[in-house]
């Protein structure tokens, strides 16, 4: 089933390609404590992956590797069949992450729209007089990457909200809107720090269907962090499982339920 | 019954997109700039224009500058002072350095010249912020005024260490000295006001403003949704200074015509400028203008009303002044603390359904 350089195709017909991201030994240490051990595992292109693991695993912050947040202390991360040389976190959302932050991360005092139009920064490259003028290049900007922002808000109908600040909304809401965020940059690889954290059960259903859409419609790679095991079991093609910084596995979600490591690290094991 | 966007539908982006959304807004907007511009300059004599409308117009255009920079960009600055020095006698460099020049070019350079002082003061705000910052621009705030102080080719070598305006014009029209006509200072410092909020708004209402607010609201968010925050943050600095420049060259030529650095730009006119952006409203075009309107006009009612109506001593009022000004804004503050602009926000509001409750 699983072919290295070409991909695969999983048991609903999605057709899964070459490897997008890989990160290579990676080691993150602060200070004395040693967040991430020696991981290595790679993420392929339109598929879902997800990191799972306890409390304290180092998933979030292989999630800030990822985007650049953190730099790893030793291994290597290549992106798209390239070494990535130390770059700042805004440098490599411009070459296609995106994120969501576990902790919603919205600029609390724009509105909906404003704060799904910053994801299009990345894009949007006109110059300072052009854009106090209001004239040419800025007018002109503005408006198609508003088109490409609307459908985004449209794909996750939030547009009766498109004006509220969004200090004003729910949780469940401010989550959607930093979904639509990170998807307005059209990333080619879109991570999710626990997108349903937090949730009621109608609102995790609502952002399972948008995270399957997305990779569905768009073909968008997605790597996510969930606690949810039956959210992670059902919509991701693959699973690294994480323990005290090290993988303890890494495979399709029905392999990993089945890991004996995996099933110590969650139910504990005896120690007798 | 009013402010109500129903009926005014959009039907393209560019539309959403405008200043001034509502219709009935708009044609009140329009009313303003026409009233100011073609009915004040035939009404207007020395004392309106000298105690309320040019401070109010040159404070207006360092709110908005200011505004900008910790309004919206969120970095505290108590430098404002100084930047409006560097741009009074960069103006005073260029007048008497190239007295054939039109005054306009004179008052635009000077901005620039401090858009490029305050870029350079604005470093430090790559690693540092909040109250630190604010030490930090206080900082150049001392040295700035200092250094024109310490400096005698800043001042031309005069003996008094002063600078003052000669008399320039535009087009043949006497701007500053003297004898200036009323009308054409007001003007002169209207024209600048209009194109600075005009600026103002475009710059916060699209990309440069969304990474400022972006920046303002969580840092290190932006940067990794990809806001290049040295960009960011130097922009708001140039961008800020810009506009403060141009208020101290307007402050210096066409208002006072004579200054002495330490008690035109001292660190009290900081504060003075970041209390007509608090008590305005933070991160709004309209709460810099109102803020301005705010600081001027109250000294001058209280004046009025101590001195002309009541008959008290002068100097007494000029100390209850202070006093009740003082007190007035930590009331405002209190009850309201976004400011004016959020206090005309929520008066909107109201007055959508107004006359009815629902």
Known sequence: ?272 | MFYREAGDFKTSYLQDGQTFPIRFDRYRYYAVLAFGFLVVPFIINDYWANAILLPFLIYAIAAVGLNILTGYCGQVSLGTGGFMAVGAYACYKLMTAFPEVSMFIHVILAGGVTALVGVLFGLPSLRIKGFYLAVATLAAQFFLVWLFNRVPWFYNYSASGQISAPERDVFGIILTGPNAPAWATYLFCLIFLTLAGLIARNLTRGTVGRSWMAIRDMDIAAEIIGVNPLKAKMTAFAVSSFFVGISGALFFSIYLGAVEVGEAFGIQKSFLVLFMVIIGGLGSIFGSFAGAAFLVVLPVVLKLLGVDLLGWPTDIVAHFQLVIVGALIIVFLVLEPHGIAQLWRVVKEKLRLWPFPH
């Open chain 1, 1 to 272: 089933m699983l072919d290295q350089a070409e991909g695969y195709i999983t048991d609903d017909g999605r057709k899964i390609g070459g490897v997008v991201m890989e990160m290579k030994n990676i080691t993150l240490r602060f200070g004395g404590v040693v967040a991430i051990k020696d991981i290595s595992f790679d993420i392929r292109e339109g598929e879902i992956r997800a990191i799972i693991g306890p409390n304290g695993a180092g998933k979030s912050s292989m999630l800030n590797v990822i985007s650049g947040f953190y730099v790893p202390s030793e291994g290597e991360v290549w992106f798209r069949g390239e070494k990535r040389p130390p770059m700042r976190p805004y440098e490599i959302a411009r070459q296609g992450i995106a994120r969501t932050f576990q902790n919603i991360a919205l600029f609390e005092g724009m509105s909906v729209l404003d704060n799904v139009m910053t994801g299009r920064l990345t894009q949007m490259k006109s110059g300072l007089f052009s854009q106090a003028l209001w004239k040419g290049k800025a007018e002109a900007e503005e408006i198609a990457n508003r088109e490409i922002v609307e459908q985004v808000i449209d794909f996750l109908e939030i547009q009766h909200i498109r004006k509220t600040p969004v200090a004003r909304l729910p949780y469940g809401l401010k989550k959607r809107v930093e979904l639509a965020r990170a998807l307005a940059a059209q990333p080619k690889l879109l991570l999710l720090d626990e997108p349903m954290a937090g949730m009621n059960v109608e609102e995790k259903e609502d952002m399972c269907r948008f995270i399957l859409d997305v990779n569905d419609e768009f073909g968008t790679t997605i790597a996510l962090i969930e606690h949810d095991m039956g959210v992670v079991m059902d919509l991701s093609d693959r699973v690294v499982v994480m323990d005290y910084g090290k993988k303890i596995g890494d495979g399709p979600p029905d392999e990993v339920r089945n890991n004996p490591d995996v099933i110590d690290a969650y139910l504990g094991v005896a120690h007798d």
